[in-house]
């Protein structure tokens, strides 16, 4: 019987917070501690595409945390099912390896309806009042229900948003626990987001972000033990990576806003009279992603296309315009992706912002709501609790991520226990999902 393999997948964590994390280091001189060469785009859903994967967006279709449906002029931020990744993962490869491995994946987040043997992941219901309810799919089906009566509903507000904090990894924990028990999985993948909240909202390095990585240590503190009592008689692996590093910022972009004074985006007025893109007619618009942008341009009309890169270009905090081929360079020339893709520099990054004057702004941009927002907003980070309202001042973040420079490299992390491969130094993401399939070969 083959040992079983857990890979945590940490956003934010760095090489320097295994000072302050005890557990965790005491865990890791027991294996080795390497490097992490990201890839872009280094922000959810593509890192985790590429890991799961072994390829680039350029080849799996996964270009940011949402896409554009051109055919239907239709944004889709958060929601979408596995069925959006175009290559096999890495549950599809170990069957193929062996039928009898059984997978887990819990909490990646375009694991729904995957073909791993056991999932969990929020979904929540949305109700036509715009109001949800909490759930998650989980697979087997029932298993949510047998959750749910041990540790009642995932705490999908302590996921994502003001009052995000550890409860939500917990709870991940807890349910991976659960399932180990339950159905003793050969290769188990837990994605554990807590420090990702902190970081974004006061930087990497402040007292707040320090404070988190303290309290991911503890939860890890009890976590592996269980897990390792589960399988006491099969020696675990463990793999512990950040799923990207998080730098600090001081400065912020809209895009949007600059093809808008060039006369390139189009609003409408909504009901209340407050503007919206107007997706259907606009030459162009950016969907903006921590520190990247995806330019969908009307038709891909080469004029329009010229004439965005070039008012693109001169923007301040974008380091780079890519137009046409240029994406291949960064993995990013996809049928999904934008005609161009913007690069921030490294201490800045995009905010979707469209409207001159915030009287005009639409109702949810004050919101917590990561579906009808055309690109991700952390300022909803900082949500007035009293009036339930986000402040409309993109420069109040302090870390951003999707770029890679040569410090943040430096600071990523990829440590294994009780693996049979040694590290050399560092590894690329993309040899990740090959990495693991050595592991059980």
């Known amino acids: 019987m083959k040992s079983p393999l857990f890979m945590l997948t940490i956003p934010g964590l760095r090489l320097k917070d295994l000072q302050h994390m005890p557990f965790t280091s005491s865990h890791l001189e027991r294996g080795e501690v390497g490097g992490l060469q990201h890839s872009f785009p280094s922000v959810t859903w593509p890192a985790q595409t590429t890991m799961l994967t072994g390829t680039l967006p350029q080849e799996h279709g996964v270009i940011a945390n949402g896409f554009f449906w051109r055919d239907s002029n239709r944004v889709e931020m958060w ?3 596995n069925s959006v990744i175009q290559r096999p993962q890495i549950w599809d490869r170990l ?4 039928p009898a491995l059984r997978s887990a994946a819990w909490f990646p987040m375009l694991s729904k309806k995957c073909d791993a043997d056991y999932v969990s992941m929020p979904a929540p219901i949305h109700k036509p009042d715009g109001s949800e309810e909490l759930w998650c799919y989980t697979k087997p089906q029932e298993f949510y229900g047998d959750l749910l009566a041990t540790l009642g509903h995932f705490p999908l507000q302590h996921f994502w948003g003001p009052i995000a904090n550890i409860k939500s990894s917990t709870w991940i924990c807890q349910s991976a626990k659960i399932a180990a028990e339950r159905f003793l999985p050969d290769f188990f993948y837990v994605y554990l987001p807590h420090l990702d909240y902190a970081a974004q909202k006061s930087g990497p390095d402040s007292p707040a972000a320090i404070k988190a990585v303290s309290e991911l240590d503890q939860l890890l503190s009890e976590f592996i033990p269980q897990i390792e009592a589960v399988y006491a008689d099969r020696d675990s692996k463990w793999v512990i990576l950040s799923e990207y590093v998080i730098s600090s910022v ?4 809209y895009p949007n806003r600059v093809l808008r004074e060039a006369g390139l985006l189009h609003v409408r007025l909504d009901d209340e009279g407050r503007e919206l893109i107007d997706f259907e007619n606009t030459p162009a618009w950016v969907l903006v992603d921590h520190q ?4 969908f341009v009307k038709d891909r009309n080469s004029e329009t296309i010229s004439a965005a890169a070039a008012v693109l270009r001169n923007v301040p905090g974008i380091d780079r315009v890519l137009v046409g081929d240029e994406r291949r360079e960064f993995g990013v020339d996809h049928e999904r992706s934008g005609d161009l893709v913007l690069i921030s520099t490294p201490n800045s990054w995009q905010a979707y912002y469209w409207w001159l004057d915030d009287q005009l702004a639409p ?3 004050k919101t917590v709501d990561i579906h009808r927002k055309p690109g991700y907003d952390p300022v909803e980070l900082f ?9 409309l001042d993109a420069t109040l973040i302090k870390g951003s991520h999707g770029i890679v420079t040569p410090e943040n490299a430096a600071q990523a992390v990829f440590a294994t226990v009780g693996c049979r491969q040694k590290l050399n ?3 690329q993401d993309t040899a990740i999902c090959d990495w693991v399939l050595r592991e059980f070969q």
């Open 79 to 81: 929601t979408a099912p």
């Open 95 to 98: 069957k193929e390896l062996d």
């Open 363 to 365: 109702t949810f941009a």
């Open 292 to 295: 990247l942008g995806h330019v």
């Open 425 to 427: 130094d560092r590894i």
């Open 250 to 253: 001081d400065h912020v972009t």
């Open 383 to 391: 949500i007035d609790m009293p009036t339930k309202s986000i402040p």
